[in-house]
């Protein structure tokens, strides 16, 4: 018993020494999309996490909101937990079912002469390591 306390005594100590870098998206993959002349769009993708840290880490709860412009074109929310090793790059799978609505702006935006650079998004993600987990905002 005494040698079980002093092992999560010393996990305990030796995790807070840890500081921990938030991810960073690092690119959108693998866009497919799928019903979109049936009535109900399907857009898949990967988004790319990148773990700078030295320690492997679980990444979970990825909460996503993308906008084009002003416009929220969606918001995804993924609780699967994905393992993220050290200073690598994680294809995260996502997909997202835009209204009619939402994809005739962004037809407009692509064939209307807008500017498809101008979609960005925001959220947040949670990382665990051992017993302790951290909330980190992400932008892309």
Partial sequence: MRKILLFVVAVSVLSSCITL?????????????????????KISFDVVLYNPNSIGMSMTDLSLQVKNGNTIMAEIKNDKTFYAAPMTETAI??????????M??????????GDLGKFNGSGTVTVRKFLFSKKFQIQF
């Fill in 104 to 113: 005739n702006s962004l037809i407009q935006a692509g064939l209307g002469g």
């Fill in 93 to 102: 799978p996502l997909s997202i079912e835009p209204t009619m609505q939402q």
């Fill in 21 to 41: 870098k938030e991810p960073q998206v690092r690119n959108i993959n693998n866009v497919n999309a799928d019903g979109l002349f049936s009535g109900h769009p």
